[in-house]
């Protein structure tokens, strides 16, 4: 069909103007780079939608899952955020703040007096850590010598320690991990003197390869045991020094393995990041961080 001088062609042409136009009027998206922002194209000054901001952390998988809840009830209260929770280890968030790669570091220890300069901590709750086996081990309990023995290669067989007549199978956390740097330091151990089986990540590779293994030992974020045993994981919790580690122990101080999770920024935190910052430090999230088994600052 010869569609030329037809009024179909000139209803067509004309509703494709009228899209194009319509289109350009309600604005599109665009992106700003490095800003963190995305901001939308308006017609006589009027904004279509509202800026979309956007605030990236980096850093602890100790404080990842807690932040995680907590960044999404943040979006749902102001829904012009948008949050990115991203893990690696304490130094990586540490680090990440410090460039100006990450708007927050997240970490599971204290700042090194290396790390100091130019950052500034802000603590959102408190932590312990304790060492874990297979819920079938019967040992209960161990005391500060025991497991430096264990972690140096001088205690091998599980038997010389009340348990089972099987090598100890050692795993120990990796390098850059606040969680080893803690565990580093209240025992008095040098990473180089540590005789270990297996190398982890996070939380969650040290008890999984608890549970595959009866014979293994580890150690993990409180937070992160318990709520793996009350969920029903094949781990068990081992008192340190006689003391069981409880969120009402690591609240007195009576378990002598405890640490801040921390929010890091690059001086001090700025308007979004500050927002964010004093949310995660308000009784408003108090559930969401007990319900990880850690205590909050405040109390």
Sequence with gaps: MNLKGSPFLFLSTLSLLIAVVGGCSE????????????????????????TR???????????????????????TLHPEYRIDVQTGGSSRGIGDAKNGIA????????LK????????????????????????????????????SIYRGGAKNWKALGGP????????????????EV?????????????????AG????????????????????????????????????????GVSPTMNSIRSGQFPITRPLLLITKGQPQEDAARLIQFAQSDEVHDLIKAQYFVPSAE
Aim: net charge neutral; proline share 2%.
């Design 113 to 148: 007096s290396s790390e100091k300069s130019g950052l500034v901590a802000n603590r959102i709750a408190m932590d312990g850590i304790c060492l874990i086996a297979h819920r079938s081990n019967p040992v209960m309990s161990l005391d500060t010598e025991q497991v430096r």
């Design 27 to 50: 604005g599109t998206g665009v992106g700003i780079a490095g800003s963190g922002n995305v901001r939308r194209s308006s017609v006589d000054g009027v904004s279509s939608q509202p």
């Design 165 to 180: 007549d099987a090598r100890i199978v050692v795993i120990n956390k990796a390098e850059g991990r606040g969680t080893l």
């Design 53 to 75: 901001r956007k605030l990236v952390l980096t850093g602890s998988s100790t404080v990842a899952p807690v932040m995680h809840e907590i960044a999404r009830r943040f979006e």
């Design 103 to 110: 708007d927050i570091g997240m970490a599971s220890r204290d």
């Design 202 to 241: 996070d939380n969650q590779q040290v008890i999984k390869s608890i549970q595959s293994n009866p014979h293994a030992i580890g150690y993990v974020s409180v937070g992160a045991a318990d709520y793996e045993v009350k969920n029903g994981g094949q781990i068990k919790i081992i008192q340190s020094d």
């Design 183 to 199: 565990f580093l330091k209240h025992f008095s151990l040098a990473i180089e003197n540590i005789e270990a089986d297996l190398i």
